[in-house]
């Protein structure tokens, strides 16, 4: 009783902060490379052959679900556009019964050039109209748990006069790769968008930077083994976020070794760890499937179940084109 209780606390006080905070900070994903479009729109047409990537996230499912994500993008190379075409949608759910939703459609385009031989670059820009819905039955306030009585359903907090609220929220991004190598910089939320119940809640600016590298350790670039495995390549990676004062390293190696892929990551702030990643993933043809968990090590470990995150994606066939481009090597997921 008391182990239930504890997370109704918990519950409560996690979606009085998200009314109040109206989503103050942006949902991370852990398969970072498998929803590229959300990390960096530099990443559209990254892949040359039109792409579709889905993504469904479930964080701290021990409190209700308190945290769903889904996502849906498409992508890929446009010759006489000289770059890569892009949208992305989403829709994130916070709280019992989706107390705060939020769901958005962006659009985005990524110009590509060549600097050197070995060396280009992607510039994207990202343009998107957000909505963000707030049923206030829904929500659980700390004072309407009572230490003897339990949930009393009475609260004095009072209901904002509208929500329901839409905006506008543009991003921006550059991406900078050779033939094994790549490193990102993005930067969301440019406008800083007003996205609170109460007044002017301005949304801070993400910042977002990553880099990483394909390293093969095969003796030589071929199958390596009877049963069809493609060559292991090793890929060490490193990704910074920056929003509202938090900041998290997220520290990442990968084994692709086809079909297969299997990864381990981890995230922290500043003074508190968060949690490791556990990813594997198949992936053949036009087609990859992944699967990942949170290992929470925060204070937060005992109450959470960490976060579930599953992904798929296909590559379509590319139409014939006039010139040769290269696609971006980085991790599938």
Known sequence: MMKKFSKLVLLAALCMGSFQCASAQDVIFSQFYANPLYMNPAFAGSKVCPRISLNYRCQWPSLVSAFTTASASYDQYVDPLHGGIGAILMTDRQGDHGALSTSSLAVMYAFRFQLARELWVNAGLKAGIVNTSLNWDALRFPDMIDNVMGFTGMTSAQMPEKTNKWYLDFD???LIYGSSWYAGFSAAHLTQPSNGFYG????PIKLTGNVGALINIA?????TSSLGLGTPVLSPNFIYQYQAGFHYFNYGLYLDWM???????????IENADAF????????DYFKIGYSYDV??????????????????ILLPCPEKKHKVKAIRCPSF
């Open 259 to 269: 079909p297969f892929l299997v990864g381990v990551w981890f995230r922290n702030g």
């Open 277 to 284: 990643i556990f990813q594997v993933g198949f992936q053949q």
């Open 200 to 203: 002017v809640t301005e949304l």
């Open 296 to 313: 929470t090590v925060s204070k937060l470990s005992n109450n959470t179940s960490g976060a579930h995150e599953v992904s798929l994606g």
């Open 219 to 223: 003796e030589e670039a071929r199958r």
């Open 172 to 174: 921006a991004g550059v």
